[in-house]
């Protein structure tokens, strides 16, 4: 089977699905993007306005910040990575994703994580936090340490939106955990 190729079965099944009801509201499921054998995936929580209008996670604010700081402290863009939110459809008007929604939506996440197989998963923030994590511990508590999962490693991280709110530290804190993650995919330089 071609590379990727599961993986764009896969976002082909989701293109239609009507498992909770944010399906009713979205403009298009953001499934994912990036490399489908990446050895550094992210994880955030739900497509905004812009992610929803274009189809792609990470494209408004949030994402220049996270671009920025993947270029900065780990030397490559984006491509080089995959990105995925753990709800694939946007929340009317962004409000957090609900229990249900994130339940419905949970198998296409943990297909994702299998079928590309990256080596470490970043989190960005509480919701992807602590569902992959299986933890109600916020995410400040947690951050600054990975965390086996299964033959992965898991950095948690602030959501790049905290970061845009907070400012220097927080923004401080997200380049030591992708140093972090650097650290363990063995990427040098
Ligand atoms: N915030 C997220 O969590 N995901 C996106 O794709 C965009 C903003």
């Known amino acids: 089977m071609a590379p990727g190729t599961e993986l764009a079965e896969l976002a082909r099944e989701a293109s239609g699905c009507v498992r909770c009801p944010l399906s009713a509201h979205r403009t298009q499921v953001v499934f994912g993007v990036g490399d489908p054998h990446a050895d550094l995936m992210f994880v955030g929580e739900a ?33 080089r990575c995959y990105i995925a939110n753990v709800v694939k459809c946007r929340p009317p008007d962004n409000r957090d994703p609900k229990p249900d929604e994130i339940a419905a939506c949970r198998p296409y996440l943990s297909a994702q994580i299998e079928l590309i197989s990256p080596t470490v998963v970043v989190t960005l923030g509480n919701f992807a936090t602590k569902l992959l994590l299986g933890t109600d511990r916020g995410i400040t508590s947690v951050r600054g340490l990975s965390y086996p999962m299964g033959e992965r490693q898991l950095v948690p991280t602030y959501h790049p939106a905290a970061a845009l709110r907070s400012g220097g530290v927080v923004v401080a804190e997200m380049r030591a955990d992708l140093i972090r993650a650097k650290q363990l995919l063995g990427w040098s330089g």
Do not use: A, M, N, T
């Open 47 to 79: 497509p905004g306005r812009d992610e929803d209008l274009q189809g792609e996670p990470f494209v408004g604010r949030s994402g220049k910040l996270l671009d920025r700081l993947i270029l900065e402290e780990l030397g490559v863009d984006r491509s």
